[in-house]
């Protein structure tokens, strides 16, 4: 593992000459912090897939400043990726659509598609703009590890081996971009995210979701975010359907992932708990969109507890809902 030197970046502008020299920035976005790297140029790809440790058949997404950028990497922009640009760039959705060669494949994990978006963080997109190059970004973190939603969550796990970090404060969705493909013969999402997906299908009708393989997590995946095992705390994780009842176990020190059924001024949990250590309660169900910002953040407390188990109920399974119980279902892989 390359040992750099972590600065704490004083501006966009540091920032983005460190990318421009091929060096590694975490940067914020509205959906989680970012490790950034030229994405034309392969050998500070290369240094992501180093500092993360992550596989080189998971691909990476690239982040861009506008939508003429986007176009300008790839050889096809469809009339659907057009109307989905316009009503969600920019903003947490990710397109899949046929690269150029100006994306090395390690990008792209060597599949013809590369995933892009425009980021909607006013840092973010100052640094692309600056930077006057496509920045591939995954998540801040060790790979599969609780992805970071404030700048000490990226110095907590990526100190001296990345080379700067931009400090934009806590991310505002608080997970990961959703995945749209428009290489297959239907829209698909690939990976549920910050955008759901009844918004998608509000502008171009019905998408198909992908299933991920668990037999083939050793192979080329389409999209980040499809491994059987992902986001995962170094404490093992019980999942709760949304009406079970939380008891920890008598001897264990347990934690407890859950949120507010009932209105903010009533105390009382449904269903109750008892005999938890620690319980973090991420929002109420009224309001998915502040359980998703709170969610990683909420979860890498309960993580940081030594705690023997931590407990998680499932959320409604609509909107938001779905994108962050595809998080806990791959935390326990």
């Given at each position: 593992?390359t040992t750099r030197t972590t600065i704490r970046c004083r501006?966009?502008?540091?920032?983005?000459?460190?990318?421009?020299?091929?060096?590694?920035?975490?940067?914020?976005?509205?959906?989680?912090?970012?490790?950034?790297?030229?994405?034309?140029?392969?050998?500070?790809?290369?240094?992501?897939?180093?500092?993360?440790?992550?596989?080189?058949?998971?691909?990476?997404?690239?982040?861009?400043?506008?939508?003429?950028?986007?176009?300008?990497?790839?050889?096809?922009?469809?009339?659907?990726?057009?109307?989905?640009?316009?009503?969600?760039?920019?903003?947490?959705?990710?397109?899949?659509?046929?690269?150029?060669?100006?994306?090395?494949?390690?990008?792209?994990?060597?599949?013809?598609?590369?995933?892009?978006?425009?980021?909607?963080?006013?840092?973010?997109?100052?640094?692309?703009?600056?930077?006057?190059?496509?920045?591939?970004?995954?998540?801040?973190?060790?790979?599969?590890?609780?992805?970071?939603?404030?700048?000490?969550?990226?110095?907590?796990?990526?100190?001296?081996?990345?080379?700067?970090?931009?400090?934009?404060?806590?991310?505002?969705?608080?997970?990961?971009?959703?995945?749209?493909?428009?290489?297959?013969?239907?829209?698909?999402?690939?990976?549920?995210?910050?955008?759901?997906?009844?918004?998608?299908?509000?502008?171009?009708?019905?998408?198909?979701?992908?299933?991920?393989?668990?037999?083939?997590?050793?192979?080329?995946?389409?999209?980040?975010?499809?491994?059987?095992?992902?986001?995962?705390?170094?404490?093992?994780?019980?999942?709760?359907?949304?009406?079970?009842?939380?008891?920890?176990?008598?001897?264990?020190?347990?934690?407890?992932?859950?949120?507010?059924?009932?209105?903010?001024?009533?105390?009382?949990?449904?269903?109750?708990?008892s005999g938890f250590e620690v319980v973090e309660v991420t929002?109420?169900?009224?309001?998915?969109?502040?359980?998703?910002?709170?969610?990683?953040?909420?979860?890498?407390?309960?993580?940081?507890?030594?705690?023997?188990?931590?407990?998680?109920?499932?959320?409604?399974?609509?909107?938001?809902?779905?994108?962050?119980?595809?998080?806990?279902?791959?935390?326990?892989?």
């Open positions: 593992m501006s966009t502008t540091e920032a983005a000459e460190l990318i421009r020299t091929g060096r590694l920035v975490a940067f914020p976005t509205e959906t989680v912090y970012g490790l950034g790297a030229d994405a034309t140029n392969p050998d500070a790809v290369a240094g992501i897939f180093e500092s993360k440790g992550r596989p080189t058949f998971d691909p990476l997404i690239v982040h861009v400043a506008d939508v003429l950028s986007a176009q300008e990497l790839v050889t096809s922009f469809s009339e659907t990726a057009v109307q989905l640009a316009a009503a969600f760039w920019p903003g947490p959705m990710t397109l899949v659509l046929p690269r150029r060669e100006i994306i090395p494949d390690l990008v792209t994990a060597g599949l013809p598609g590369v995933g892009i978006r425009i980021p909607d963080h006013p840092l973010a997109l100052e640094l692309l703009q600056l930077a006057e190059c496509p920045i591939a970004a995954p998540s801040a973190n060790p790979f599969g590890g609780i992805s970071p939603t404030t700048a000490q969550h990226v110095l907590d796990g990526l100190q001296n081996r990345i080379d700067g970090i931009l400090d934009g404060g806590s991310c505002g969705v608080g997970i990961e971009s959703t995945v749209v493909s428009l290489m297959t013969d239907h829209p698909t999402v690939l990976r549920l995210g910050g955008l759901p997906v009844e918004a998608i299908e509000d502008v171009i009708g019905p998408v198909e979701i992908a299933v991920g393989d668990p037999t083939k997590d050793d192979s080329a995946q389409p999209a980040p975010g499809m491994l059987s095992r992902h986001y995962a705390p170094g404490t093992p994780m019980q999942l709760l359907q949304p009406e079970q009842t939380a008891v920890a176990p008598q001897g264990r020190r347990c934690g407890l992932l859950t949120y507010r059924r009932f209105a903010q001024d009533d105390p009382a949990f449904a269903p109750e708990v929002g109420d169900d009224s309001n998915l969109r502040a359980c998703a910002a709170n969610f990683f953040q909420s979860l890498r407390k309960l993580d940081a507890k030594q705690l023997d188990l931590i407990y998680a109920h499932l959320y409604p399974p609509h909107g938001l809902g779905r994108a962050l119980n595809d998080r806990l279902r791959r935390a326990i892989g």
